[in-house]
């Protein structure tokens, strides 16, 4: 963390709680982003956490791209499946109802399976597969984003870096989760990068002409432009599996898209994502008891397999985030974050936040 500010979570999430109230965003449901904004932060997840406050919600809905007031509206249903317009709200918001239509349909029918069109930005997927995971369920959620990365021998960014996120309950205290892009990395983390200072490794990011880009600030300018691409997991060649990142990344825009009628592709413009959410209910199919122990021997046969060469211990899905959640106690924030967070808080006049 360096010479950062740790900023103790409790007065982070009342900062963040007040600002979107500052907004316009309703009380509760300002406390509904501001968990899904600290959880990432508490995992260790910066690149989802308070780090995307103010470029991507507080300055939307400030130039009135996003609305402030969510409307979440289902405009088809089923026993297992229903299609939510979010019509341009807090995708945080829209996201966990749909999650919890999900779960609630899950637990009557053995499955649920929703698709939302006109959301925004939702945070880190794996909140909300993590709500599937503590009602001892399989959860699956993915999202469409604005165009950020180019297909397998392409130089135009066409699809968002669109995760594909799993969870599920193990026996290990811990669930399991995979939440993470289809892309090597995202454009989250190229602002963390920029904040820093620091470059961008090599192999991540290219131009127009294939070279690749290692300067933060231009990368995030020129993904604007269509100038720079990010590039799928497996990066360049078909030969180090960048076609199956790609392959991927197609799936969850499909699935974000055609199956409630929403924007695909350039037509994205991160004021009208679609999401889909998938709730299984492990009872349907097997005690959730024989479910996790299976899990967690699974998870521990990785663990106990033999290492590389250097290397202290392998770890599983989920873990590190579990780790880090024991350890921190509050939030690293750099000078360049510390700077936009008190302009938010100047902005809107918010007291009691002199630490920044």
Known sequence: MGDALVLDFETLERFIVDAFTGLGVREEDARICAEVLVAADRMGIDSHGVNRLKPTYYDRIRAGFQSPVTRFEVVREGPTTAVVDGHHGMGHVIARRAMGLCIDKAREYGMGLVAVRNSTHYGIAGYYALMAAEADMVGITGTNARPSVAPTFGVENMLGTNPLTVA?????????????????????????????????????????????????????????????????????????????????????????????????????????????????????????????????????????????????????????????????????????????????????????????
């Open 168 to 356: 599920f309950p193990t026996d290990e205290g811990f669930p399991f989760l995979l939440d993470c892009a289809t892309s090597i990395t995202q454009r989250g983390k190229i602002e963390v990068k920029a904040r820093k200072g620091e470059p961008v490794p090599e192999g991540l990011v290219i131009d127009h002409d294939g070279e690749y880009m290692t300067d933060p600030d231009e990368i995030l300018l020129k993904l604007l432009s269509g100038e720079a691409s990010l590039l799928p997991l497996g990066g360049l060649s078909e030969e180090t599996g960048g076609h199956k990142g790609y392959g991927y990344s197609t799936v969850v825009e499909v699935l974000s898209s055609a199956l409630q009628g929403g924007a695909f592709l350039t037509a994205v413009t991160g004021v009208n994502v679609g999401h889909f959410f998938m709730a299984v209910d492990i009872a349907a199919f097997t005690e959730p008891k024989d479910f996790r122990r299976t899990a967690g021997e699974i998870m521990r046969a990785l663990r106990a397999s033999k290492r590389l060469p250097g290397r202290v211990r392998i770890y599983t899905p989920g873990e590190k985030e579990h780790l880090t959640r024991l350890e921190r106690e509050g939030a690293p924030i750099n000078e360049s974050l510390r700077r936009e967070l008190a302009q938010i808080r100047d902005e809107l006049g918010l007291e009691g936040y002199d630490i920044l």
